[in-house]
């Protein structure tokens, strides 16, 4: 850690073309809203079988959370006919079969509860380091629905495509049969190895948390926790919603997947977020090296600091040109 913290960064205040506000919309209200309850247990890395050396690349050693509670009733309430108001504007993707991005350009009520303050602290307690909304905005408020078709899985084996999130029960878990999030007590490289050798992932290591009800969640490092939406057993209903954060401190190595985001996202919306987030990232470095100024003999430091925004800016420039060459990375269904 620098010490330096970002300066967070403002929702843009225009909307891409095709996305409109819903209208009759619940007010969020942080107060009536949200009932945050901490969880009781943390997975670390190391638990996970993660080495020292991999750790160091992380912003937080912390992995997954046990369940703990968000919202109240009436926050609950309102999410959900959020979500469904939501529903009509589902996309498919390899990975999903249907879900909403990008909800948070058409609902005040998602982007004020992803945005919302006291619940950034309270995450970030949770998982020890200083968290921001995620700075790209198609990583808030993600709304997975299940497949119409029963059994299908709602989300293969995978990683996700940014550091921390957390995954929330829309709907009533107890009501449907199926529909479990699990998750893989193991190292993303082991699931991959079984993944190419054809094999079954070892069924002791997969951990299906007990959600006691909507507005429950898991917290996770969800780049480094490989994880699933299982499938329904019979038809019903079955929403989620993930909310993304970044890290407050700049100084750890970006990780948007763009590559990724840029098949599953409107292309235009994926290409100017990613260039909008790299331009804040960019500023914000800069910021802290203004932040920490001090009179020094050492000019080699001072080359490299330009040299490394010089690559950070070449790599950004590098992953839009050659958008669009990549295939969506999962698992599989295990
Ligand atoms: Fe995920």
Redesign the pocket.
């Known amino acids: 850690m620098t010490g330096y913290l970002a300066t967070p960064l403002a929702f843009p205040n225009s909307s891409p073309s095709g996305f409109t506000m819903l209208e009759d919309e619940p007010q969020f209200d942080p107060v009536r809203h949200l009932q945050i309850e901490y969880p009781t247990d943390v997975l670390s890395l190391a638990e996970l079988g993660y080495s020292d050396e991999e750790i160091a690349e992380c912003p937080t050693d912390f992995a997954v959370t046990s369940i703990f509670r968000i919202l109240s009733d009436e926050g609950i309430a309102a999410m959900l006919e959020t979500a469904r108001k939501l529903e009509p504007f589902t996309t498919s993707n390899a990975r999903i079969a249907r879900n909403v991005r990008g909800g948070v350009y058409r609902s005040r009520f998602l982007r004020d509860l992803c945005q919302c303050e006291e619940l950034t602290e309270s995450l970030s307690k949770i998982c020890g380091i200083p968290l921001l909304p995620h700075t790209l905005p198609h990583q808030l408020g993600h709304l997975n629905y299940n497949p119409l078709e029963v059994g299908e899985n709602v ?1 293969k084996w ?1 990683v ?1 495509t940014l550091r921390i ?1 957390f ?1 929330m029960f829309v709907t009533d878990p107890k009501l449907v049969a199926g529909g479990e999030f699990e998750y893989y007590r193991g190292t993303k490289h082991e699931v991959a190895q079984l993944s190419a050798a054809g094999e079954p992932l070892d069924s002791s290591k997969i951990v299906a948390p007990d959600m006691p009800g909507p507005g429950y969640a898991v917290l996770q490092q ?1 780049n480094m926790v490989v ?1 699933r939406a299982k499938g329904l057993r019979e038809a019903g209903e079955r929403i989620t919603m ?1 909310n993304g954060y970044v890290p407050r401190d700049i100084s750890f190595p970006d990780f948007s997947r763009f590559d990724q985001l840029y098949l599953v996202d409107p292309k235009d919306v994926a290409a100017s977020e990613y260039t909008r987030h790299m331009s804040w990232m960019a500023r914000e470095r800069l910021s802290a090296d203004l932040d920490s100024f001090a009179f020094s003999e050492d000019k080699e430091a001072m080359a490299e600091k330009f040299e490394q925004l010089a690559d950070l800016m070449a790599a950004t420039a590098k992953d839009l040109r050659e958008a669009g060459r990549a295939k969506v990375e999962h698992f599989g269904d295990g």
């Open positions: 989300d995978h996700d999130d995954v969800g994880h993930v």
